[in-house]
C-alpha cells in the first residue's frame, strides 16, 4: 500500500485532533515535547513508544534530556507527514496519558 503525504486540508484537520502537536517549521513534520516527573517517567514512556513504534514499524525522532522527550514525526518514505505520522502521535499521547 503506497503511503501518501497528507493534503494541506487533512494536516489541519489531524492537527486539530492532536493538542500540543504543531507543524515543524522547517520541515513537513510535527512536533511535541512531553515533560515528565523525572527521567525514569521519560524513559519508560519512550521505551512504551518504542515498542509501539517498532510494531508499526514507523520510528519516531526524539531526543531526551532528563524529565522531557521532544518528539519529531515524519514519514521518510514520502518525504513528509503521512497518516503514519499522525496514528503514532496519538499513540504517544495515550501513552504519556494526555
Same mark, same amino acid.
Given at each position: 500500500?503506497?503511503?501518501?503525504?497528507?493534503?494541506?486540508?487533512?494536516?489541519? &484537520?489531524?492537527?486539530e485532533n492532536l493538542p500540543g502537536w504543531t507543524h515543524a517549521p522547517t520541515?513537513?513534520?510535527?512536533t511535541k515535547s512531553f515533560r515528565f516527573k523525572d527521567f525514569s517517567a521519560a524513559w519508560g514512556f519512550m521505551s512504551q513508544v518504542a515498542l509501539a513504534a517498532e510494531?508499526?514499524?514507523?520510528?519516531?525522532?526524539?531526543?531526551?534530556?532528563?524529565?522531557?522527550v521532544d518528539? @519529531? @514525526?515524519t514519514t521518510h518514505d514520502?518525504? &513528509? @507527514?503521512?497518516a503514519r505520522d499522525v496514528a503514532l502521535a496519538a499513540v504517544m499521547? &495515550? @501513552?504519556? &496519558?494526555e
Open positions: 500500500m503506497a503511503i501518501h503525504t497528507l493534503t494541506d486540508a487533512e494536516r489541519a &484537520g489531524a492537527l520541515r513537513d513534520a510535527i510494531k508499526a514499524d514507523h520510528h519516531p525522532e526524539w531526543t531526551n534530556v532528563y524529565n522531557r518528539v @519529531l @514525526l514520502c518525504n &513528509g @507527514l503521512s499521547d &495515550g @501513552l504519556a &496519558g
